[in-house]
């Protein structure tokens, strides 16, 4: 059964950084376009950051675009979220989804993504 696990987030004072990673067994994330969401108490889930293939440009929300980084990182097959310069407004669970990248659409925060991971607390908080 292929799971999606999100590491990295905790309490963190405003202005602070943090890198999550999402790690997936049975398949290698290698292959899989990836998107970061978030989602806040009494808020609808929020698209961040998306990444598929190395020739098309990685996809960010306007909340934190010049403030969050996606990634993959090839030797442990996983894709992480640099977020820096974090705000109290950036507190949420965050979630890593995944879908193969051979779909045949774009793959945007819209794409029905196959494979969820179950979150990731961040609070941002002085």
């Known amino acids: 059964q292929v799971q999606l696990v999100e590491s990295g987030g905790g309490l963190v004072q405003p202005g602070s950084s943090l890198r999550l990673s999402c790690v997936a067994s049975?398949?290698?994330?290698?292959?899989?376009?990836v998107a970061w969401f978030r989602q806040a108490p009494g808020k609808e889930r929020e698209g961040l950051a998306c990444i598929t293939s190395i020739d098309e440009p990685n996809r960010y929300a306007d909340s934190v675009k010049g403030r969050a980084t996606i990634g993959r990182d090839s030797v442990n097959h996983t894709v992480y979220l640099q977020m820096n310069n974090l705000r109290p407004d950036d507190s949420a669970v965050y979630y890593c989804?995944?879908?193969?990248?051979?779909?045949?659409?774009?793959?945007?925060?819209?794409?029905?993504?196959?494979?969820w991971g179950q979150g990731t607390q961040v609070t941002v908080a002085s």
């Open positions: 049975v398949i290698t994330l290698d292959y899989y376009g």
């Open positions: 989804a995944a879908v193969p990248l051979d779909v045949p659409d774009a793959i945007t925060f819209s794409t029905r993504f196959h494979y």
